[in-house]
């Protein structure tokens, strides 16, 4: 009983730490789906933010240089994406490619230039890497039975990013559901006309939407590189990118849906790495092959049985074009 | 005074005429695979060996990094064509190709590390990894306060299955009692490069009471090494002396010269002493072992250390025998 809910207490600790780059991305693409940009370069925008965020990092020691470094560098991808469809109505999946291909080749090949380490960055230590926050009285009560190991493992000891993964989904509930903003980003992604009918301009309106998203995705890409990491690594975002967004779909682009679609994404991981190997009483040994398609089958088992319709923003993927 | 400079300048472009004629005519290729040169650990022996190589004989070689499996053919055989005397594979996946293109250029000799290709003009090399690994699980076994011990492997195949298999017949040779935990990263090459899934496994075994980890994964040791800093517990390197990397939490290296196996592949090529057939390198031949040098020698006490030497000289005389992985 006791080892049992220690691994639980262990397993809520890891999705934790596996959700926070899928739930910041997730949300980049909830704010550019909403303003009805299709956004598949998110997997391109994090993997560009941690190649930033960590050559700042390496060259100046600072990890708060390398945030800022991951957050301009996303953010300029996304504004390449807006300028090709929305300014000039180009397609949206085509431009969310190239930006994906684009960063998948620039970054190992800058890092291979600048500091001739097969395209990975040095590594990373001390101040220009975020670290664990411990909170107050954590290694005291982490002997308390129950209350103790939830506090200890859970609550406290996480990245700064983690904490602030966590707070970006009410804040972001607040902003599209509560605001001005959030009511203008609604209906310029259901119905473009309306609101240019009311004088609002739809490009300017996706403009700052696509921002909302480089940032988003440049704090998850600089988590990636300088926090979970020590240094960027070729493709080191690993599809978490694609993943994000189909935790969107399945959240059907509201924010907290998402998030638990994120947290069970991440914990099908926790639970793949950590029952490998273990004897469960009355199974056995169940064999690795089995627990790495785990995650894959609960998500298509979940997708196909239990989300029911997914019905995406309806201007989502159409470039506005005024007069037709 | 003019004609002194006239001659030096002969002797000079002789040099230089004579080195680069010698370059031209050996050639020697090497295509590393998925996990890169850089990878700290199995790749990067192999590049060091190479660059050795060229430091001693001042022969340039060409190389290749295979990025997805479908390049390593394509690279080998681009290697033979252009000219290459010899084409080293590194890893046993690049073996179907090499064995394909090597039957393609009879006349150009080949050699695959950690395979083993039947052909006249390839040399096979293989380590006997579980020795090696046998020495690393007892210096774990040793050092762990917990009796609890933890292995994580790259790709999910037999050769891997053999360093775990190694590792825990050590660990139990210290202590019957050890418990020893196994992961592997993945079933595909990508396992090989994912310092993120490395680091969770890593924290998973730490949280299951784990306080030494040996990690026989290429670049996925990154993430393992650092989690084992980030966590305050222990690892061990594979394939390179990897100790520098974590000074005071790298408990030691499971030596793979793969180095020592590129380097003698080159020249062996140049001196046309090149040599086909399979090369089984163990403990014995020097071909693995445990790594101590200043980075680790304030984790290693003298009573440890003459333990582990003690069963070095064991397996080699044969009073060890260590079983490995016998398959399924």
Redesign the interface.
Same mark, same amino acid.
């Given at each position: 009983m006791e080892e049992f809910f220690?691994?639980i207490v262990?397993i809520a600790?890891?999705t934790l730490?596996?959700s926070t780059p899928l739930i910041l991305a997730a949300l980049a693409g909830l704010y550019a789906e909403r303003s009805g940009v299709v956004d598949i370069a998110l997997e391109g925008k994090l993997l560009g933010a941690a190649f930033a965020a960590a050559t700042v990092a390496a060259v100046t020691h600072s990890a708060w240089l390398g945030l800022a470094a991951g957050i301009t560098f996303a953010v300029a991808l996304a504004m390449i994406h807006a300028y090709a469809c929305v300014t000039h109505k180009g397609d949206q999946v085509v431009s969310g490619m190239a930006i994906n291909i684009l960063v998948a080749g620039l970054g190992p090949t800058l890092a291979l230039a600048w500091f001739r *380490?097969?395209?990975?960055t040095p590594r990373v230590e001390g101040g220009a890497r975020f670290h664990?926050w411990s909170w107050p009285g954590a290694e005291a009560v982490a002997d308390i039975p129950v209350i103790g190991p939830i506090y200890f493992e859970i609550i406290s000891g996480h990245n700064m990013f983690v904490y602030i993964a966590v707070l970006c989904v009410p804040l972001t509930a607040w902003v599209i559901y509560k605001t001005r903003f959030g009511l203008r980003l609604r209906a310029v992604g259901e119905s473009p006309e309306a609101v240019d009918t009311a004088g609002i301009s739809v490009d300017w309106m996706r403009y700052q939407a696509l921002i909302v998203t480089g940032i988003l995705c440049g704090i998850g890409g600089t988590y990636?590189s300088i926090a *979970?990491?020590?240094g960027f690594?070729?493709?080191?975002s690993?599809g978490q990118g694609f993943i994000a967004l189909a935790a969107l779909i399945f959240g059907k682009w509201r924010p907290w849906p998402t998030m638990f679609a994120c947290f069970l994404f991440a914990f099908t991981?926790?639970v793949q790495?950590?029952l490998?190997?273990v004897d469960i009483p009355g199974i056995g040994i169940i064999p690795?092959?089995f627990i790495?398609a785990l995650p894959f089958a609960l998500t298509v088992i979940l997708l196909a049985g239990f989300v029911g319709k997914a019905v995406a923003p309806r201007a989502s993927g159409i470039p506005y074009i005024k007069e037709r | 005074m003019k004609r002194l400079m006239l001659s030096g300048l002969a002797a000079v472009s002789l040099a230089v005429a004579v080195s680069s004629a010698n370059a031209a005519d050996f050639s020697p290729a090497i295509v590393f695979d998925m996990g890169g040169k850089f990878d700290k650990s199995f790749n990067q022996a192999a590049f060091d060996g190479a660059e050795r190589f060229k430091m001693e004989s001042g022969v340039a070689y060409r190389e290749f990094e295979v990025t997805s499996p479908t390049q390593r053919e394509q690279a080998i055989r681009r290697m033979a064509k252009d000219g290459a005397n010899i084409v080293v594979g590194i890893g046993f996946a690049q073996a179907p190709a090499i064995e394909k293109v090597a039957k393609e250029f009879p006349d150009t000799s080949f050699a695959i590390i950690d395979a083993v290709v039947d052909l006249p003009n390839v040399r096979s090399i293989v380590f006997k990894e579980h020795e090696g690994s046998f020495l690393v699980g007892m210096a774990a076994a040793l050092a762990s306060k917990t009796g609890k011990v933890g292995f994580v492997g790259g790709m999910d195949i037999p050769l891997i299955r053999n360093f775990a298999a190694g590792y825990a017949e050590g660990a139990k040779y210290v202590n019957p009692d050890v418990e020893v935990f196994q992961n592997m990263t993945g079933t595909t090459p990508a396992a090989w490069n994912d310092p993120g899934k490395g680091a969770e496994l890593a924290r998973s075994q730490f949280g299951r009471g784990a306080d030494v980890i040996y990690a026989a994964a290429g670049g996925t040791g990154v993430g393992v090494y650092q989690a084992a800093v980030d966590g305050g517990k222990l690892a061990i390197g594979v394939d390179s002396n990897q100790n520098y990397l974590h000074p005071g939490t790298m408990l030691t290296s499971m030596l793979k010269r793969v180095d020592v196996a590129v380097e003698n592949a080159f020249k062996d090529a140049k001196g046309s002493m090149f040599t086909a057939g399979i090369q089984s390198l163990g403990v014995a031949e020097g071909g693995v072992g445990w790594a101590l040098d200043e980075h680790n020698r304030s984790l290693i006490t003298p009573a440890m250390e003459a333990r582990i030497e003690q069963a070095r000289k064991d397996i080699v005389s044969g009073k060890i025998k260590v079983n490995g992985y016998k398959g399924s």
């Open positions: 220690t691994m262990l600790d890891a730490r596996v *380490q097969g395209g990975q664990p990636l *979970q990491n020590a690594l070729r493709n080191m690993a991981d926790a790495t950590r490998q190997g690795v092959q790495q | -």
